[in-house]
């Protein structure tokens, strides 16, 4: 581990120099569920320990280190994917690995994602998170247009609680910006119609996504949330100051592209996965693959 550490220090200082490299490692946690296994009932979720402990998103419990659902679709996160049974089996043995965070959203393919996650997974075990984003759909060409109207929001929660046959969607992300990056301007109405979906029941726990820093506080001021996801990596690092702001408050920042997404990093995947763990405690990581090689890979690699 420290030797991953170390490389993940010097890759840190090749990209930008920062004294962010001072936080301990989180440590090592048990996850411990036991559920029956079998086709319909809850998968076994062994006794496991993953790189980077737990972290508590408001009452609900998660490892730090998560997976990203979004590569399980087909080229640009459209349609099928290639090898359905190799997905459904990235699925469980993130699950069998002991990751309790999975994150998704109903505008992966669409409905794949959600709809792969349900049946590789559903009945869900008790310990696993589901994440999902809403605020963007997609069009036929593979866009991802804007869709943050209060009715939109209401469709878009009611379409997640199906594909992912669920009575309560544990975390979702308000998804602001456009397929560019944050946009300025309030968030208030679209984020007020969230809470009052919050308050019908329908959801746990909120988040901001794709969000400028004075987009984040305004959410906070309107209602709490538990997480923050913007891009953020070894060579993206916009959001340092937010980092710690949110660390501060106890609510975690989850990076998006941790790997580089359609842009790889130039640096070794542990080595840009151990930094973000050390970066901040806050951190959750959602690296996304397809292959259940490149999971046990990102994980023994830390
Ligand atoms: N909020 C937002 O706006 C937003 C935007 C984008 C993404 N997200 C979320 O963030 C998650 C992570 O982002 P991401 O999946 O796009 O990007 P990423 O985690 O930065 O990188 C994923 C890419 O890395 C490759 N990879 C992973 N492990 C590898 C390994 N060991 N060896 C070789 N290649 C490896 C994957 O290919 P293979 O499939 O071949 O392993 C895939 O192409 C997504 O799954 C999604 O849940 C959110």
């Not at 420290?2 to 001072?22: G, M």
């Amino acid at each position: 581990m420290y030797s991953t550490l170390a490389c993940a220090l010097f890759w840190a200082a090749f990209f930008v120099a920062t004294d962010h490299t001072s936080h301990p490692w989180a440590g090592y946690a048990l996850l411990s569920a036991y559920f029956p296994t079998g086709s319909s009932s809850p998968r076994l979720v062994r006794m496991n320990t993953l790189p980077g402990g737990t972290w508590t998103l408001g009452d609900l419990t998660v490892s730090r280190f998560g997976y990203g659902a979004m590569q399980l679709t087909g080229p640009r996160v459209m349609g099928p994917p290639a090898d359905r049974d190799g997905a459904l089996k990235v699925l469980r043995e993130a699950v069998d690995l002991g990751i309790t965070h999975i994150d998704t959203s109903d505008a992966y393919g669409p409905r794949i994602t959600n709809e792969l996650i349900r049946e590789a997974l559903h009945p869900y075990p008790e310990s696993l998170r589901i994440a999902t984003k809403v605020g963007a759909t997609r069009d036929a060409e593979g866009g991802w247009p804007v869709a943050r109207r209060p009715e939109d929001l209401r469709r878009q929660v009611h379409d997640n609680l199906k594909s992912l046959g669920l009575d309560v969607l544990d975390l979702v992300y308000l998804r602001l910006g456009d397929a560019t990056g944050p946009q300025p301007g309030s968030i208030a109405e679209a984020f007020g119609a969230l809470v009052e979906l919050q308050q019908e029941g329908l959801i746990r726990h909120l988040g901001v996504s794709n969000a400028l820093a004075d987009q984040v506080a305004e959410a906070q001021r309107i209602a709490p949330i538990v997480s923050v996801q913007n891009m953020y990596n070894l060579a993206h690092r916009h959001d340092d100051e937010l980092i710690d702001r949110l660390a501060a408050e106890g609510i975690a920042y989850v990076p998006f592209f941790p790997l580089g997404g359609f842009t790889p990093l130039q640096a070794p995947r542990s080595a840009a996965l151990a930094w973000l763990l050390q970066r901040s405690p806050n951190i959750l990581l959602i690296p996304g693959t397809s292959s259940v090689a490149h999971l046990r890979e990102n994980i023994a690699g830390l």
